[in-house]
Nanobody
Framework: QVQLAESGGSLVQPGGSLRLSCAAS????????MSWVRQAPGKGLEWVSN???????EYAGSVKGRFTISTDTPKNMLYLQMNSLKPEDTAIYYC???????????????????WGQGTQVSVSS
């Protein structure tokens, strides 16, 4: 049974940093693409970043240069280091995974089969 569990969300001031974690279980971690997707209040799902089985990261333009995705494969952990946070980064952040076969599908949240429960990130002074 695939399970994803996010943690690390919090209230932070603009310009601050947070590190989100996602603990994965029930599948071979290196076989699936792993992604961070967020949902701001009143808005739809927005892909943030992904890392494929080959370890190559991709980022949405809105977070590029500020966020860093990484994995610890032996521990089945996914991370998102978020720096220089802005109020518009406020959202519920989800960890998502699944077998992604086409490059263009990586930024499409609907292509991911498995989701965590989400962790709230709030950026406000």
């Amino acid at each position: 049974q695939v399970q994803l569990a996010e943690s690390g969300g919090s209230l932070v001031q603009p310009g601050g940093s947070l590190r989100l974690s996602c603990a994965a279980s029930g599948f071979t971690f290196s076989n699936f693409a792993m992604s961070w997707v967020r949902q701001a209040p009143g808005k739809g799902l927005e892909w943030v970043s992904n890392i494929n089985s080959g370890g190559s990261p991709e980022y949405a333009g809105s977070v590029k240069g500020r966020f860093t995705i990484s994995t610890d494969t032996p521990k089945n952990m996914l991370y998102l280091q978020m720096n220089s946070l802005k109020p518009e980064d406020t959202a519920i952040y989800y960890c998502a995974s699944g077998p992604i076969y086409y490059y263009d599908d990586y930024p499409n949240p609907s292509k991911y089969n498995y989701w965590g429960q989400g962790t709230q990130v709030s950026v406000s002074s």
